[in-house]
């Protein structure tokens, strides 16, 4: 079983908050469990009266509990992710210096975030950064698979 590592990244970008995403390595399926989930599973709660769809939830939930043996790994979170020196290494690769000096100036200090993002909309750069954040969450994806022993394709 290989994973996709466009769909491990794409996952990643949004595996934070309330729900978490796990690969289950015995069938390669993401799975999405959400912390009420796994408190309900941890103190048994009964699902009979829960619709079809919270119930496979459930059941999910109650395999992760269970688990003893590393089937279920969480995916990397966009915490795993420098978004910072992503930033700062976006900045530095844009071509036009002008431009790139700006994006570094705008990420001084707080608010860099937004600043940041103002910042790449009003330079017309908003297409470049995307692609470029896409693919240093494949970098992740692909350090992540590697750290776990989880075959990849691209």
């Not at 908050?17 to 989930?37: A, M």
């Not at 600043?115 to 909309?121: E, L």
């Not at 994806?141 to 750290?147: I, N, V």
Request: aromatic residues 10%.
């Amino acid at each position: 079983m290989k994973v996709n590592l466009q769909t491990i990244a794409e996952n990643a970008e949004i595996n934070d908050g309330d729900v978490n995403i796990y690969l289950d390595k015995e069938t390669g399926q993401l799975v999405k469990i959400t912390h009420d989930e796994i408190r309900d599973a941890k103190d048994e709660k009964p699902v009979d009266h829960l619709p079809d769809w919270q119930q496979e939830n459930r059941k999910w939930a109650d395999l992760f509990v269970a688990d003893e043996d590393g089937r279920f790994v969480e995916l990397p979170t966009p915490r795993d992710l420098d978004e910072y020196r992503v930033m700062e290494s976006f900045a530095q690769s844009v071509e036009d210096e002008e431009k790139g000096n700006k994006l570094l100036r705008a990420i001084r200090g707080r608010g860099a975030f937004r600043r940041f993002k103002d910042m790449v909309g009003d330079l017309g750069l908003e297409e470049d950064w995307v692609a470029y954040r896409e693919t240093q969450f494949l970098k992740v994806a692909k350090r992540w698979c590697e750290d776990e022993g989880i075959p990849y394709e691209s």
